[in-house]
């Protein structure tokens, strides 16, 4: 599973990655110290089986856009913590999910 997010919510995603550590869930995640942006980003989905969004307070920035669209020409299931204020792009999530219901859905 690749997670990405809004690099404002650095905090959350930290917190979201140790829960899945604990969790013994195999994941990569969004890194601000990789030096190739977005290109870095696509390559983790393109290894990733599912997308999770952290999104708090429905928050999208551009980039994570761009994942999510990858994403879904790739084929990939994406999911989101909250809904998306842009009908055409929560039209292409496979659904809104707490971090426990994800953590649920990828041990099932």
């Not at 599973?1 to 604990?22: A, H, I, N, P, T």
């Not at 942006?37 to 952290?54: K, M, S």
Request: some cysteine; overall charge negative; hydrophobic content about 40%.
């Amino acid at each position: 599973m690749y997670v990405c997010g809004s690099f404002k919510f650095s905090r959350e995603l930290r917190e979201l990655e140790k829960m899945l550590r604990e969790s013994d869930v195999d994941f990569i995640a969004s890194d601000e110290t990789d030096g190739r942006g977005i290109r870095g980003c696509l390559e983790r989905i393109d290894r990733a089986d599912v997308v999770y969004v952290l999104n708090p307070g429905g928050y999208l920035g551009k980039s994570v856009s761009v994942d999510i669209g990858y994403s879904y020409a790739k084929g990939k299931p994406v999911y989101a913590l909250n809904t998306i204020d842009d009908p055409p792009v929560m039209a292409l999530l496979a659904g809104v999910l707490s971090e426990r219901k994800l953590i649920e859905l990828l041990r099932a």
